[in-house]
């Protein structure tokens, strides 16, 4: 297909979503299923919900003890065998992003929360858990009890966890490591060596909405069941891309870990001229908050490109077209692309420095 009739296509998609008043309406292909919110099937190294289930997934049913089907609209209750540990997942470190994650596994209904222990911390009270979760004397006894153990400790404090759960590392454990800068390859060092399974992982806030998306890595020892078993686990607040090289884990970082920051900022700048131009902040917030989201809305739908989108929106003469040759004399989308590398290498550093 040429790109005028991309063109015109997206045009067509765009109008064809709009209702009378102009408003935005979802729109899904027809003859498939509407999906439930926060949970979407990606194709190709991205995996949804909708991802076969498998050895893995059976697993996981048999460690949550039952589970309710959300393909149907029959409320099926499972009945599986028990699982040999008493804890589906083990949380050592307990910050922001540990408590987003484990608030949605319990909100997805993916665990129930007396099936989670969790290492006691200081932030516990700062970012406290959800009622009915467990919280553990240390955090050898959070790890001993639970096939699957989430490491979400910054950084700078995972060799003085590592020295403490050593000793009650399994071989049937896995480890899943929301960490920033840490390579599986260490991790499974300090664990207790390379035969120790890690899945890498970089999960971002919209996690919390079922609207994230997560960068995953499987180290040396991972086998496939536990990656697929990583995916299900993440898939609980979004979307998630597998990536083959562990130093991609970097750009993952830079466009989906950090990309919040960028959309926020970019609100932010909008809220600002539309201010100038005369709203009131709170005006400007609504129009400009919800003009990108339902901007990202229409990206994921479409069959069209970032690119074959904005044209179609931009008729030439235009208010847009204003706008776009006024980022384009500034030189905005060098400055952006040049953000992003900047945080690429910033990852690229605390990697290092973590390792070395």
Avoid: W
């Avoid at 997934?57 to 040999?84: L, M, T």
């Avoid at 003085?160 to 929301?178: K, Y």
Wanted: with cysteine; proline share 5%.
């Amino acid at each position: 297909m040429g790109a005028e009739s991309r063109r015109e296509e997206a045009t067509s998609q765009i109008r064809g979503a709009q209702a009378p008043g102009g408003a935005i309406q979802a729109r899904r292909c027809p003859g498939k299923p509407r999906r439930q919110a926060g949970r979407r099937t990606v194709k190709t190294k991205s995996y949804g919900v909708g991802a076969r289930r498998s050895r893995a997934q059976a697993r996981s049913h048999a460690r949550r003890g039952s589970h309710r089907s959300s393909r149907c609209c029959a409320s099926v209750e499972v009945v599986v065998s028990a699982s040999p540990h008493k804890y589906a997942l083990g949380v050592i470190g307990t910050g922001h992003i540990a408590g987003v994650i484990v608030r949605r596994l319990i909100e997805s209904g993916y665990l129930q929360p007396d099936r989670i222990i969790v290492t006691p911390s200081k932030n516990l009270a700062a970012h406290p858990m959800p009622r009915g979760v467990v919280v553990a004397a240390n955090n050898a006894a959070a790890v001993k009890d639970s096939r699957l153990v989430m490491l979400s400790v910054t950084p700078q404090r995972f060799a003085d966890a590592a020295v403490s759960i050593r000793p009650v590392v399994s071989a049937d454990q896995l480890f899943i490591s929301v960490m920033a800068g840490q390579s599986t390859a260490r991790i499974a060092s300090v664990l207790g060596g390379p035969q120790v399974r890690v899945v890498r992982a970089m999960p971002n806030l919209p996690f919390g909405l079922g609207r994230g998306v997560t960068g995953l890595f499987r180290g040396e020892a991972a086998t496939d069941d536990d990656i697929e078993e990583a995916r299900h686990f993440f898939n609980a607040g979004g979307v998630c891309v597998e990536v083959e090289r562990e130093d991609l884990m970097n750009a993952v970082t830079a466009v989906a870990g950090s990309g919040p920051a960028y959309f926020y900022y970019f609100v932010e700048m909008m809220m600002k001229g539309g201010v100038a131009a005369g709203l009131k902040p709170e005006a400007a917030q609504v129009l400009a908050a919800h003009a990108c989201v339902g901007a990202g809305a229409m990206l994921l739908q479409a069959d069209a490109s970032p690119a074959e989108l904005r044209a179609a929106v931009t008729s030439p003469g235009g208010t847009t077209q204003a706008a776009m040759n006024k980022l384009t004399d500034c030189n905005v989308a060098e400055h952006v692309t040049q953000a992003v590398l900047a945080a690429y290498r910033r990852s690229q550093e605390l990697g290092k420095l973590a390792d070395g």
